[in-house]
T-cell receptor
Framework: EDQVTQSPEALRLQEGESSSLNCSYT??????LFWYRQDPGKGPEFLFT???AGEEKEKERLKATLTKKESFLHITAPKPEDSATYLC????????????FGKGTRLSVIA | EPEVTQTPSHQVTQMGQEVILRCVPI?????FYWYRQILGQKVEFLVS????????KSEIFDDQFSVERPDGSNFTLKIRSTKLEDSAMYFC????????????FGPGTRLTVL
């Protein structure tokens, strides 16, 4: 069974304190790993897609990386507006299959 | 920027009633999805839809659920006889038909079954 595990469940950072969120996965054949941001009561907002080990994507203070077993979302010098739940999801072998989501990491950035 | 829209934002219904949740996917997208998220839990896949038919569905998507694309823009999820446990956020998503494609999510409909 495909599994996606995110850690930590919650993370509290001071503004400017960089850190990383982890997403480990066990899937039959990875066809894409996706990072989303979700604000309370809202839909997931697409951030990044990663397809193969070694790939990296960056957007503002966020950088996503991928290995064969896990992905990291690095947050550099976070600001309070980066506070949200960050979701990792994978799509497996069959092309346009559904996404399998992790439970997310709830990030709080304190000014 | 194109976005997925959903209506209503909040639906309250009595147990046993039928509800229809509506979505307008991004206009050039060809694959459509419904997901749900029970409060405090992970986002769960319900159904995917392509070329006017269901392409995949989860165990959650039983005979009480149905989907339809009644016209060129709307995509609906119907729950025939709601149960208390159907209370959740329901998200519609859409994606372009390419080999590797991101799914873009709508803002969700919060369904409350009393």
């Amino acid at each position: 069974e495909d599994q996606v595990t995110q850690s930590p469940e919650a993370l509290r950072l001071q503004e400017g304190e960089s850190s990383s969120l982890n997403c480990s996965y066990t899937v039959s054949g990875l066809r894409g790993l996706f990072w989303y941001r979700q604000d309370p009561g809202k839909g997931p907002e697409f951030l990044f897609t990663l397809y193969s080990a070694g790939e990296e994507k960056e957007k503002e203070r966020l950088k996503a990386t991928l290995t064969k077993k896990e992905s990291f979302l690095h947050i550099t010098a976070p600001k309070p507006e980066d506070s949200a739940t960050y979701l990792c999801a994978v799509r497996t072998n069959s092309g346009n299959t559904p996404l399998v989501f992790g439970k997310g990491t709830r990030l709080s950035v304190i000014a | 920027e194109p976005e997925v829209t959903q209506t209503p934002s909040h639906q309250v219904t009595q147990m046993g009633q039928e509800v229809i949740l509506r979505c307008v996917p991004i206009s050039n997208h060809l694959y459509f999805y419904w997901y749900r998220q029970i409060l405090g839990q992970k986002v769960e896949f319900l159904v995917s839809f392509y070329n006017n038919e269901i392409s995949e569905k989860s165990e959650i998507f039983d005979d009480q659920f149905s989907v339809e694309r009644p016209d060129g823009s709307n995509f609906t999820l119907k729950i025939r006889s709601t149960k208390l446990e159907d209370s959740a956020m329901y998200f519609c998503a859409s994606s372009e038909l390419t080999e590797f494609n991101e799914q873009f999510f709508g803002p969700g409909t919060r369904l409350t079954v009393l």
